[in-house]
T-cell receptor, first 114, second 114 residues
Framework: DAEITQSPRHKITETGRQVTLACHQT?????MFWYRQDLGHGLRLIHY???????NKGEVSDGYSVSRSNTEDLPLTLESAASSQTSVYFC?????????????FGPGTRLTVL | GEDVEQSLFLSVREGDSSVINCTYT??????LYWYKQEPGAGLQLLTY?????DMKQDQRLTVLLNKKDKHLSLRIADTQTGDSAIYFC??????????????FGKGTKLSVIP
């Protein structure tokens, strides 16, 4: 069955370190998204991609980067982790970028920055 | 971006009806969505409504849309303990060039008391 996976599921790191969170989908969806979920803020969009080599900034992109070298993967990199980036990160993908836009979510990665 | 507002908590007894409310701000949203997040998991699309509809029913779920007041509600009939989850309202926004993004509310945590 097609799916979307994230790894690792849990990560503890130190301030200043570079961290990369992986996202892999097997639906062959063009569109992929990264969100962070924080108490009191709901889900906020970090970066998104509408296809290979396409990347766009979302609402809270500072301190994060993404690259899209193939259809299946959209890794999220924290260049220099900060305590404010402690959060639960969700990757999602969708087949279309139109007005009907069902997104399929991964199980999430819980990141703690000490 | 536009704000989607929801109350944060709702507690109901098993067998009662649950009503989760949402207000949105983008009057041009063509689709409005309800996503469900079970504990420790990603979000999953529960139902959606097209903006030219007032109501949509899907088994125990009823979605009501009041476009004049920009108010969306989700009613769950005969609420079960398995319905305990966080429910997110989301609106679709045109991000330009024919592409759309979802804007999520903060989520309503539904607790079902046995």
């Amino acid at each position: 069955d097609a799916e979307i996976t994230q790894s690792p599921r849990h990560k503890i790191t130190e301030t200043g370190r570079q961290v990369t969170l992986a996202c892999h989908q097997t639906w062959n969806h063009n569109n992929m998204f990264w969100y962070r979920q924080d108490l009191g803020h709901g889900l906020r969009l970090i970066h998104y991609s509408y296809g290979v080599h396409d990347t766009n900034k979302g609402e809270v992109s500072d301190g994060y980067s993404v690259s899209r070298s193939n259809t299946e993967d959209l890794p999220l990199t924290l260049e220099s982790a900060a305590s404010s980036q402690t959060s639960v990160y969700f990757c999602a993908s969708s087949r279309t970028s139109g007005a009907y836009n069902e997104q399929f979510f991964g199980p999430g990665t819980r990141l703690t920055v000490l | 971006g536009e704000d989607v507002e929801q109350s944060l908590f709702l507690s109901v007894r098993e067998g009662d009806s649950s009503v989760i409310n949402c207000t949105y701000t983008d009057s041009s949203s063509t689709y409005l969505y309800w996503y469900k997040q079970e504990p420790g998991a990603g979000l999953q699309l529960l139902t959606y409504i097209f903006s030219n509809m007032d109501m949509k029913q899907d088994q125990r779920l009823t979605v009501l849309l009041n476009k004049k007041d920009k108010h969306l509600s989700l009613r769950i009939a005969d609420t079960q303990t398995g319905d305990s989850a966080i429910y997110f309202c989301a609106e679709i926004e045109n991000s330009g060039a024919g592409s759309y993004q979802l804007t999520f509310g903060k989520g309503t945590k539904l607790s079902v008391i046995p």
